[in-house]
């Protein structure tokens, strides 16, 4: 029943930004942390970004000065504001979050359906 729902992709010039947000709902669920991943054709999925839900955060070498991570705990909702886009950043950006339910409180890993960013030259 849990699903995260991703907005705000789409086609954007060079030098441009682009803000992604990603929704978690459905069932009983505590939030660990919540990320982003992205995959261009060819490449293996990477992260891009995470973050904690004590608010420590995490990015890839490439972004870091350009993306910023945040979240609203009280919305399950997770934000990713990309800043000064290259071409290099074409790729399906994906949500994940890690978030612990049922009766154990087991901790699993959950996807979004991903959102197409595309970055022209």
């Known amino acids: 029943q849990v699903q995260l729902v991703e907005s705000g992709g789409g086609l954007v010039q060079a030098g441009g930004s682009l803000g992604l947000s990603c929704v978690a709902s459905g069932g009983i669920f505590r939030i660990n942390a919540m990320g982003w991943y992205r995959q261009a054709p060819g490449k293996q999925r990477e992260l891009v970004a995470r973050i904690s839900s004590g608010g420590t955060t995490n990015y890839a070498d490439s972004v870091k000065g350009r993306f910023t991570i945040s979240s609203d705990n009280a919305k399950n909702t997770v934000y990713l504001q990309m800043n000064s886009l290259k071409p290099e950043d074409t790729a399906v950006y994906y949500c994940?979050?890690?978030?612990?339910?049922?009766?154990?409180?087991?901790?699993?890993?959950?996807w979004g359906q991903g959102t197409q960013v595309t970055v022209s030259s």
């Open positions: 994940n979050a890690d978030l612990s339910t049922g009766r154990f409180w087991l901790a699993n890993d959950y």
